[in-house]
T-cell receptor, first 113, second 113 residues
Framework: AQSVTQLDSQVPVFEEAPVELRCNYS??????LFWYVQYPNQGLQLLLK??????LVKGINGFEAEFNKSQTSFHLRKPSVHISDTAEYFC???????????FGTGTKLQVIP | NAGVTQTPKFQVLKTGQSMTLQCAQD?????MSWYRQDPGMGLRLIHY???????DQGEVPNGYNVSRSTTEDFPLRLLSAAPSQTSVYFC????????????FGPGTRLTVL
């Protein structure tokens, strides 16, 4: 079985400050890792993904994440946030088929002007 | 391309009523899925389909039926709605050249009284 833990349900941060959203996972097999963003009243859209290769993954809107196998983590970072980054962020892990995707409970990022 | 579309956007039902949530995609994707999103629980897979005529259960299938008669459409049926089915429902698809990314619809917000 696999699981995803997003310990922070809400993260307030001032505009132009850096942010890190934490994600830890557990799985007995190799996994693919994803971060999705959900803007208010919208569906989820992919921010970035780790499939293999370089452990530092760059995504859209200036976000990046680092896969750390030893710590089973895939934390999301952005050096300087903008008001438009206010949204909910979901970490997800996939092992095997497309249906074997597990989502975390989400982290609401609130950017304060 | 319209991507993944869902109708209706909002729906209120009384306990025991039935309804169908519609989902369509115009990307010729083989894989489609239905999730429900509840506060503090992330997204949970209800049913999925790997192609026309093929469906299977996800993590929380009870109370829901699906069918896949065409590649484009994947409706979700609630046969006898219960208050526990109050949720936001998302349809998603995967396919084409980008087989690692789920494309989500905008969601249907369902309230069962």
């Amino acid at each position: 079985a696999q699981s995803v833990t997003q310990l922070d349900s809400q993260v307030p941060v001032f505009e132009e400050a850096p942010v890190e959203l934490r994600c830890n996972y557990s799985s007995s097999v190799s996994v693919y890792l994803f971060w999705y963003v959900q803007y208010p009243n919208q569906g989820l859209q992919l921010l970035l993904k780790y499939l293999s290769g370089s452990t530092l993954v760059k995504g859209i809107n200036g976000f990046e994440a680092e896969f750390n196998k030893s710590q089973t983590s895939f934390h999301l970072r952005k050096p300087s946030v903008h008001i438009s980054d206010t949204a909910e962020y979901f970490c997800a892990v996939r092992s095997g088929g497309y249906q074997k995707v597990t989502f975390g409970t989400g982290t609401k990022l609130q950017v304060i002007p | 391309n319209a991507g993944v579309t869902q109708t209706p956007k909002f729906q209120v039902l009384k306990t025991g009523q039935s309804m169908t949530l519609q989902c369509a995609q115009d990307m010729n994707h083989e894989y489609m899925s239905w999730y429900r999103q509840d506060p503090g629980m992330g997204l949970r897979l209800i049913h999925y389909s790997v192609g026309a005529g093929i469906t299977d259960q996800g993590e929380v299938p009870n109370g829901y039926n699906v069918s896949r008669s065409t590649t484009e459409d994947f409706p979700l049926r609630l046969l006898s709605a219960a208050p526990s089915q109050t949720s936001v429902y998302f349809c998603a698809s995967i396919g084409g050249s980008n087989t690692d990314t789920q494309y989500f619809g905008p969601g249907t917000r369902l309230t069962v009284l």
